[in-house]
């Protein structure tokens, strides 16, 4: 986190790294998040 | 007759006729003083803090919270959600009140109230985000005037104009979307001329877009709220439709309101790692930031989600009211507490006791002349008079209450 950047080449791979990997994170997790809350909906779809 | 007599006298002195009264006598002084001695009277603006809580409450949260009224005609016109119909009225009434009372309150803001016409009438500075977010203001409250008038029509028995604006709908609805999106975000992007002045965890290139993101929560946070309070105080006036279509409303509106919500948190890490602003979080900025993003974004998203699966309105009442409380704190961190950070704590703005009366003075009218349209107008009712000339063929196919709300 305390990376010593030299270049605006080294600071944008090290931060779009990070973002990349966190909306993978985000993809995966806001799935999870709508499986929740539509959980409780398909049950009373398969009654 | 006499019993009639003292019943009435005791129904004037309610805590809540008192309470009215004290706010409106105190502004009406704050009024006096503002417009005889000036800016310099009544607030503790300065060169250093030429915003402050008139712009942050009145304006930012007002524009922010009136939202509900562009993403409920959307959700109802535009992508057909018709079970959402009877939420539409009040909404629209809501952000028409709430965009008139931030006109209002710039009058009192800016040095030369009358000269409030000239960015858009005499002198555009088209280049300039302020002019955009001036017209887009402008813009917008006439077309809720518009969206809102049909009720006034229908409350005067007037039928021909009142027809003709119904059949206007739909592209009413299209260019108030086009309008509060522009809007919503350039009130974000005035912020981005101030980057050395702004702390870097509130700075960000994305600030149009977390401000319009969040609009949308707020927007649907507000119509639930909103809808809670008026069925508690205003449940007489609710026909059959509305409160039938209640439910479906606060479910469906509460579900939208959890997506957005950890969308929003998502977008807002994302920024943080776009900006390598890590660091900020260990230091006292990043505490109050922490409780801004965990304690106002994520827990009412949780809460809604937990609510919306479990049905519980009462949890569902609780997240729209963090939620709403979490945008005025955002408005609140960007403007002003977040906002010349740097300064010694001397030259800090801090707002006098007369800006805070007069932003409650303001809220207050708010809220009064919400009572008295709808307690007049038919905005919780349908009017039996012209229910046949209703939009999208409600009356004809009616649409029972969902369950499910959004995503079904």
Redesign the interface.
Same mark, same amino acid.
């Given at each position: 986190?305390?990376n010593v950047f030299y270049t605006l080449q080294d =600071?944008l791979l =090290?931060?779009?790294g #990070? #973002?990349y990997y966190?909306?993978g994170a #985000?993809l995966l997790?806001?799935l999870g =998040?709508?499986l =929740?809350?539509?959980?409780?909906?398909e049950e009373?779809f398969i009654k | 007759m006499s019993m009639d007599v003292s019943t009435d006298k005791k129904t004037l002195l309610t805590p809540f006729n008192v309470v009215v009264g004290v706010i409106l006598f105190l502004g009406l002084i704050v009024t006096f003083l503002r417009f005889t001695k000036g800016l310099a009277g009544v607030t503790n603006l300065s060169d250093n803090n030429p915003w402050g809580i008139w712009i942050s409450f009145d304006l930012l949260c007002g524009v922010a919270l009136a939202a509900g009224g562009y993403t409920t005609s959307a959700a109802c016109y535009v992508f057909g959600l018709k079970r959402y119909h009877s939420a539409v009225r009040p909404a629209i009434l809501t952000a028409f009140l709430g965009y008139a009372l931030v006109v209002l309150a710039l009058h009192y803001d800016v040095g030369r109230p009358w000269r409030l016409p000239y960015p858009i009438f005499v002198q555009s500075g088209t280049t300039s985000v302020l002019f955009e977010v001036g017209l887009c203001v402008f813009l917008y409250l006439v077309t809720l005037f518009i969206e809102w008038v049909p009720a006034a029509f229908e409350w005067l028995g007037v039928r021909k104009p009142r027809d003709v604006i119904v059949r206007m709908t739909l592209a009413l609805t299209i260019f108030g979307v086009v309008l509060s999106t522009m809007h919503q975000s350039s009130l974000g992007a005035l912020y981005l001329i101030a980057p050395s002045k702004l702390h870097p965890l509130w700075y960000s290139a994305y600030l149009p877009v977390f401000f319009f993101v969040s609009s949308i929560a707020a927007g649907l946070s507000m119509v639930i709220f909103e809808g809670t309070l008026s069925h508690r105080y205003l449940h007489h006036k609710m026909d059959a439709t509305y409160q039938g279509e209640h439910d479906g409303v606060v479910l469906g509106f509460a579900?939208g309101a $959890?997506?957005v919500l950890? !969308?929003y948190f $998502?977008i807002k %890490?994302?920024g943080l790692?776009?900006?390598?602003n890590?660091?900020y979080l260990f230091t006292g900025y990043g505490a109050w930031y922490l409780v801004e993003l965990l304690g106002f974004v994520l827990l009412p $998203?949780i809460l809604y989600?937990v609510a %919306?699966?479990?049905?519980n309105r009462c949890l569902i009442k609780w997240a729209a009211i963090l939620t709403v409380l979490g945008i005025v704190l955002n408005r609140f961190n960007v403007s002003l507490v977040a906002f010349n950070w740097q300064l010694p704590a001397a030259d800090r703005y801090f707002p006098s006791w007369m800006e805070i009366a007069l932003s409650l003075f303001i809220v207050t009218v708010g809220i009064l002349i919400f009572r008295f349209v709808s307690t007049y107008m038919p905005i919780f009712y349908e009017d039996e008079r012209f229910k046949e000339h209703a939009p999208l063929d409600l009356h004809e196919h009616p649409v029972k209450p969902h369950?499910?709300g959004f !995503?079904?």
């Open positions: 986190m305390d =600071f =090290f931060t779009k #990070a #973002a966190l909306m #985000a997790g806001i =998040f709508w =929740f809350i539509t959980g409780r909906d009373t | 579900k $959890a997506v950890v !969308g $998502a %890490v994302v790692a776009l900006d390598n890590w660091k $998203a989600a %919306v699966r479990e049905e369950p499910q !995503g079904h």
